[in-house]
C-alpha cells in the first residue's frame, strides 16, 4: 500500500531555475494538498485540491502553480525558483473534499535553491 | 498572534514518564483537532483525532480537547525511545479546506 508517494527526495536547485515536484496518491482520495515547512514555522498550506480539474490557493501561494488532470497526481511548479523557497515539501491527501477524515502526508521532497 | 501555538521545546524525559504536549488556538469554530507524529526525514503521520470536546484513548496516548479554554492536550503513557519524534497539533473547522498546524514540539525520550 503505497499511500502518498512524492518524488524527488532531494534536489538542489540554482536561482531562477523551474521544476516540478511530483506527488501521486494510490487511495483515490478527492481532495490533495501541498504544504511546505519551515524552522519555526510549522506547515503552511501552498495550494489545494478538491477534485481532478479543481485546484486553489492556499496560505502561501506565490511563485508555485499547480495542475489536477487526474484523481491520482497533483505536481507542484516552482516557476522561477529563489533562495526563499529552500523548504521541506510535503504532499497530502484526504478522502472527499468535504470528508471529516483526515488527511494522510507523504515523506516529503528536501529542496534547496543556491 | 497566530492561529495556533505550541510550544517548540525542545522536551527532554526519562523512559517511561508521562508527557503531556499541548496547544492553544484563538478560533472557536474549529472542530476537529489532531495530533500528528513526525520523525525526522520523514512526513507526518497521525497519530489522534478527535471531534469536539472530549478524550480520546488509544493504548498509551490520550487526547484531549477543551474548547472552553481553546486547549488541546496530548499525554503520553509509559514513554518509549521509540516516541522520540516532533508532535504537531492540527485543526480544522467543519467544512472548511484548511488545516492549520502548531509548529510541532521536538520530544527526546531517554533510556
Known amino acids: 500500500n503505497a499511500g502518498v508517494t512524492q518524488t524527488p527526495k532531494f534536489q538542489v536547485l540554482k536561482t531562477g531555475q523551474s521544476m516540478t515536484l511530483q506527488c501521486a496518491q494510490d487511495m483515490n482520495h478527492e481532495y490533495m494538498s501541498w504544504y511546505r515547512q519551515d524552522p519555526g514555522m510549522g506547515l503552511r498550506l501552498i495550494h489545494y485540491s478538491v477534485g481532478a480539474g479543481i485546484t486553489d490557493q492556499g496560505e502561501v501561494p506565490n511563485g508555485y502553480n499547480v495542475s489536477r488532470s487526474t484523481t491520482e497526481d497533483f505536481p507542484l511548479r516552482l516557476l522561477s525558483a529563489a533562495p526563499s523557497q529552500t523548504s521541506v515539501y510535503f504532499c497530502?491527501?484526504?478522502?472527499?473534499?468535504?470528508?471529516?477524515?483526515?488527511?494522510?502526508f507523504g515523506d516529503g521532497t528536501r529542496l534547496s535553491i543556491l | 498572534q497566530k492561529e495556533v501555538e505550541q510550544d517548540p521545546g525542545p522536551l527532554s524525559v526519562p523512559e517511561g514518564a508521562i508527557v503531556s504536549l499541548n496547544c492553544t488556538y484563538s478560533n472557536s469554530a474549529f472542530q476537529y483537532f489532531m495530533w500528528y507524529r513526525q520523525y525526522s526525514r520523514k512526513g507526518p503521520e497521525l497519530l489522534m483525532y478527535t471531534y469536539s470536546s472530549g478524550n480520546k484513548e488509544d493504548g498509551r496516548f490520550t487526547a484531549q480537547v477543551d474548547k472552553s479554554s481553546k486547549y488541546i492536550s496530548l499525554f503520553i503513557r509509559d514513554s518509549q525511545p521509540s516516541d522520540s519524534a516532533t508532535y504537531l497539533c492540527a485543526m480544522r473547522v467543519q467544512g472548511a479546506q484548511k488545516l492549520v498546524f502548531g509548529q510541532g514540539t521536538r520530544l527526546t525520550i531517554n533510556p
Open positions: 497530502a491527501s484526504r478522502a472527499g473534499h468535504l470528508s471529516n477524515q483526515p488527511q494522510h
